[in-house]
């Protein structure tokens, strides 16, 4: 693909005002806790298309690419394998306030790392599965319902209102 950045001087490709350019580089990901659990990636890189536009006084950015994650189901623990695509742009004007700063750059330095990750977490579905038709885990005795036979059963828990029979002592 292209060449390796975790941060990038945009500085370096001296852009006059409503120049642009798209470069094909490799980002190192970091790994994020999401719901509790950590999730990463299987390569240390993914590979992402940076478009870059000069504007009068600062910067139009676009990020994009395909970040294949790996961490724990989020109802049954085994492992799952979901692909987010990333598509997330960031605007940056000195002194065009909040709305025009991007968190990610400063000065000219940009840092692709924390926007690969960010924009990963935030492409995320709500729920992390290892397949859709996950059944997830016993609440009685934590068995995974997706290897567990159709024989798996419990005693039902008596009637609450019994509950005082269970004290009484016959002797």
């Known amino acids: 693909m292209g060449a390796r950045a975790d941060a990038f001087d945009l500085g370096q490709l001296a852009l006059s005002s409503g120049e642009g350019r798209r470069l094909e580089l ?6 994020f806790d999401f719901g509790g659990q950590r999730y990463g990636t299987r390569d240390e890189q993914v590979p992402a298309v940076l478009d870059v536009a000069r504007t009068t006084h600062g910067w139009s950015l676009r990020l994009r690419g395909e970040v294949a994650l790996e961490g724990p189901c989020m109802r049954c623990l085994e492992a799952a394998h979901p692909a987010v695509v990333v598509d997330s742009r960031e605007i940056d004007q000195p ?10 750059l400063s000065e000219d330095e940009l840092d692709l ?19 859709e038709d996950c059944l997830g885990l016993c609440a009685v005795c934590g068995e995974n319902f997706n290897t567990a036979g159709p024989e ?6 008596p009637d609450p209102r ?5 004290e009484l002592k016959l002797d």
């Open 26 to 31: 490799e980002v190192p990901f970091q790994s």
């Open 95 to 104: 002194g065009g306030g909040e709305d025009l700063s991007s968190p990610y």
């Open 113 to 131: 790392s924390g926007w690969v990750r960010d924009a990963a977490a935030l492409a995320l579905p709500a729920q992390i599965v290892c397949r």
């Open 152 to 157: 798996h059963a419990h005693e039902p828990e």
């Open 162 to 166: 019994w509950a005082a029979l269970r």
